[in-house]
């Protein structure tokens, strides 16, 4: 286990369990609130597709996590351990041309999946975020679904609740809550293996079915069984508290 991550494996099971109104979590004062900004390549003449933005999004927040700058001495490590110790809120905005350029020279990770871009950057004060990513936008724009076919088989799989609908924005927040849970309760092997593969992963929506046999009710037996986690969201955007969003398999 990595202990940068320790305190979200330390919450995952106690807070999967909690009734739908104790999940919302209470905001910090407002100069301290904590967000990572996760930014959404979107040029206007040539979008990318849904499914690699998303994937591209959920290894991008993690890498960001597991970087050697984040840890223990490292000049991330204050910063990220402070928003991992607290609620894990991302907040995912769209840029293109100049803009996205400009975030480049932000401290962050950038990658790319089939021609599709996010970047994650440093997370902190919300009220600190730099004019770069002030100025753009966070909401107003998605993308169509697309059919990206089978998931690979050696990759961890990120399935979208489906019943629901998200906003590309939304998901990628969500997926990005995803790997970073699944990273946390992992051991050191296998975060070594995901590593060589560049913490790559496949995001698809379930079908009905697929959800209903992997949903985790037991969440300890779940993990064990079939190396399931759930992300349950806080209901800060979009969607009420207590809803799951993404079902993470490790597939190891």
């Known amino acids: 286990m990595t202990s940068i991550l320790e305190p979200l494996a330390a919450r995952y099971a106690s807070w ?38 998303l994937e591209a999004a959920a290894t991008a927040a993690l890498a960001v996590c597991l970087d050697e700058r984040a840890a223990d001495g490292g000049e991330w490590h204050e910063a990220v ?9 991302k907040v995912a905005r769209r840029a293109r041309g100049a803009h996205w350029q400009a975030v480049q020279e932000l401290p962050g990770v950038t990658v790319t999946v089939d021609g599709a871009q996010a970047r994650a950057l440093l997370p902190g004060r919300v009220a600190d975020v730099p004019k770069d990513v002030a100025r753009l936008q966070i909401s107003g724009s998605d993308l ?7 998931p690979p088989a050696d990759l961890p799989l990120l399935l979208l609740n489906p019943g ?15 790997t970073m849970l699944l990273a946390s309760l992992l051991g050191k092997e296998e975060l070594a293996r995901w590593r060589e593969r560049d913490y790559g992963c496949a995001v698809r929506t379930a ?24 992300v349950r969201d806080a209901g800060f955007t979009e969607i009420a508290p207590g809803t799951v969003t993404v079902l993470a398999q490790w597939r190891g």
């Open 144 to 150: 169509p679904a697309d059919e990206p076919g089978e």
């Open 81 to 89: 351990s402070a928003w991992v110790g607290g609620h894990i809120r």
């Open 164 to 178: 629901i609908t998200m906003t590309v924005g939304k998901a990628a927040a969500q997926v990005g809550h995803g």
């Open 16 to 53: 999967l369990g909690l009734p739908s109104e104790q999940t919302a979590e209470p905001e910090a004062a407002p100069g301290e609130v904590r967000a990572m900004p996760v930014v959404l390549r979107m040029e206007k003449a040539g979008p990318p597709a849904r499914t690699p933005l």
């Open 207 to 230: 079908t009905d079915a697929e959800w209903t046999k992997l949903y985790p009710r037991d969440p300890a037996a779940a993990w064990r069984d079939r190396e399931v986690i759930a």
